[in-house]
């Protein structure tokens, strides 16, 4: 069974069914990976062996009497350390929040899969608050690459893809306010989904407001759909969540047979020559898109025609940490990471009438984007214009850039529009690092978007990144 933990959460379970192996013995060598994992590339803030190994007995006994809580029994999760947990701190990796504190409540995508029997394996590490698209904070220090552990991770769910994507367990929870799930996962060789906002429930609220999405990191789209099932239920704390989906997403894959045939795809190498793209990356994104065009879908090379929303979404993104570290003392405020304070202190000095010119940005975006869909199913581009770069700085060496947006001009557009959006593992560029292509569709339409990862990894695209080796 040295194998364990290589396998999806659907190969799990189908174990557990047929007795083959119990979430005991899978979590026993989850957790030797995760403290494998956390020596090589610092993945965790919290990892909680004795709770695990109870929750996974607890699950075990419930599959031999053939009464398991959920379709996630027994299968091991791992959460960002930026959603509420029961029974251990949430500290989103500051030395300005205290330990201290009873902990009892969990946010709602947490609760919904601890309904399910899931087990929870640890916290995930995030840069400070997560505010930026690499983990690295003043708290717990950077997160490294699994590929490369002098390199980074991405951010800000960094923790979480690396964990994933090393076998300490197969399924995590997420976070993405400007592609902080999708910039990890195409570091990392993983897969992640940016639902479309309000898909899953969020409490407490975001001081991002709804630029900030909860979604799911793992092996593959198939996973994924299971995890969206589970953490999409209703929770009456998030008065901006979605209605019910209808069939739910596993279902949508199982009768999607077709995969991505008759869809039709614009497909934007470069949105329009703005973005300056490794020739390894748009090698890679290439030969997936190709593959799209071989399973049946009708590829048009055209992008959307949009300026660079970048000053409008710093405005958005720089007065919610602005707003987040507003109750804090001159001391702690002494303790933020220094690219924290900067923007923290850039936010603040924005007025009404700016934050409000920016939501006019966002809407008119959001409009564009809807009438562009009206002509195409799907957007294709890179998830990320380069691959991981080193571990502890939030641009590459030698970028024209001072901020992590400067590098993710694919990702944090489709915030603003609340799309949803993934990213497939597709290839290695120089140095064998992985590289994502990026899956975008309407709003509401994550079933479609997850049914198109899934065709692509049916086919083997996955397979074009080689696993990560501890």
Same mark, same amino acid.
């Given at each position: ?20 192996? +119990? ?6 060598? &989850? ?7 956390q020596?090589?590339?610092n ?5 909680d ?21 959920g ?15 029961r029974?251990a ?19 709602? +995508? ?48 960094g ?25 990890? *996962? ?26 900030a999405? &909860?979604?799911p ?10 995890l969206m099932d ?9 008065w901006?969540?979605?209605g ?7 279902s949508?894959?199982?009768?999607g047979?077709?995969g ?6 614009a497909?934007?190498p ?18 997936? $898109? ?18 660079d929303? $970048?000053? +409008? ?10 707003r &987040? ?17 900067e ?6 000095r924005?007025? *009404?009438l ?12 959001g ?9 195409y199913d799907?957007?294709v581009?890179?998830?990320l ?31 603003m ?5 993934a990213s ?6 120089d140095?064998?690092?992985p ?5 975008v ?7 479609? $978007? ?10 083997g695209?996955?397979?074009?990144v ?5």
């Open positions: 069974m040295s194998d364990l933990t290589s396998r999806t959460a659907a190969q799990l379970t189908a174990g557990y069914q047929t007795g083959e192996f +119990s979430p005991t013995d899978v979590v026993h060598a &989850v957790l030797e990976r995760a403290v494998e994992a020596a090589r590339v993945a965790f803030v919290r990892i062996g004795d709770g695990a190994l109870d929750e996974a007995a607890e699950s075990t006994e419930r599959w031999r009497r053939g009464t398991p809580a379709p996630l029994d027994g299968v091991p999760v791992t959460v960002k350390d930026m959603l509420l947990t029974g701190p949430t500290l989103k990796g500051s030395l300005a929040l205290s330990e201290e504190g009873a902990w009892v409540e969990d946010a709602p +995508s947490v609760a919904r899969l601890r309904e399910q029997g899931a087990v929870f394996v640890g916290k995930t590490t995030t840069p400070e608050f997560g505010w930026k698209g690499t983990t690295d904070s003043p708290r717990h220090g950077a997160t490294g690459n699994p590929y490369d552990a002098q390199r980074t991770a991405g951010g800000s769910s923790g979480s893809a690396a964990a994933v994507a090393l076998g300490a367990g197969p399924l995590s929870l997420g976070t993405d306010g400007g592609g902080s799930v999708r910039i990890p *996962a195409a570091f990392c060789g993983v897969f992640a989904m940016k639902p479309t906002y309000g898909r899953v429930p969020i409490h407490p609220a975001s001081p991002f407001g709804t630029l999405h &909860v979604g990191i793992t092996r593959d789209a198939a996973d994924a759909a299971a589970a953490v999409t239920a209703p929770d009456p704390r998030d901006s969540q979605l019910p989906v209808e069939g739910g997403f596993r949508a894959l199982a009768e047979a077709d991505v045939r008759g869809l039709r795809i497909y934007a470069d949105l329009g020559g703005r973005v300056a793209v490794d020739p390894a990356v748009g090698e890679a994104v290439r030969g997936a $898109v190709a593959l799209l065009a071989k399973l049946g879908a009708e590829v048009f090379e055209e992008g959307p025609d949009f300026a929303p $970048v000053e +409008s979404f710093h405005t958005l993104w720089f007065s919610g940490t602005a &987040v570290t507003q109750p804090f003392t001159p001391e702690q405020l002494d303790l933020l990471d220094p690219g924290l304070r923007v923290r202190d850039e936010g603040a924005a007025g *009404a700016d934050y409000l010119a920016a939501v006019d940005e966002r809407m008119a975006l409009t564009r984007m809807g009438l562009f869909h009206q002509r799907l957007l581009t890179p998830t214009p380069i691959t991981a770069f080193e571990l502890g700085v939030e641009v590459p060496a030698g970028s024209p850039h001072d901020r992590w947006t400067g590098w993710t001009p694919f990702t944090y557009p489709f915030n529009t609340q799309q949803p959006a497939v593992p597709c290839g290695v560029g140095g064998g690092m590289v994502g292509v990026q899956l569709g309407a709003r509401h339409q994550d079933a479609l $978007v997850l049914r198109a990862a899934h065709a692509l990894y049916e086919a695209l996955a397979s074009r080689p696993a990560p080796r501890l």
